[in-house]
Nanobody, 123 residues
């Protein structure tokens, strides 16, 4: 099976930086788009940033110019560099990926989610 394992969350002061990583492992044939979502307490989960297999990116307006998403296809890993962090960035951050897995003579595509990593920005 496929797993997405996130790392890099933590507590940081406003204005600081964090780098999140998410590594996919398992019976992976290919990975399409990868992305980061976040969910603050009492709010809905929202898209933060997304990157396609061709490295096209899009960002939520609230993080443009501060966050950068990138990926290393050889390592099946996506990163989120977060700079100039604000208290309103506090949330659980989730990795998401569209992954095709392969068993003999068949391929399956579905979305996978990581377990989430807490990012807390203090004022």
């Amino acid at each position: 099976q496929v797993q997405l394992v996130e790392s890099g969350g933590g507590l940081v002061q406003a204005g600081g930086s964090l780098r999140l990583s998410c590594a996919a492992s398992g019976s992976i044939f290919s990975i399409n788009a990868m992305g980061w979502y976040r969910q603050a307490l009492g709010k809905q989960r929202e898209l933060v940033a997304r990157i396609t297999s061709g490295s096209s990116t899009n960002y939520a307006d609230s993080v443009k110019g501060r966050f950068t998403i990138s990926r290393d296809n050889a390592k099946n890993t996506v990163y989120l560099q977060m700079n100039s962090l604000k208290p309103e960035d506090t949330a659980v951050y989730y990795c998401n990926a569209g992954i095709t897995t392969q068993v003999p003579n068949q391929k399956f595509w579905r979305e996978y989610w990581g377990q989430g990593t807490q990012v807390t920005v203090s004022s």
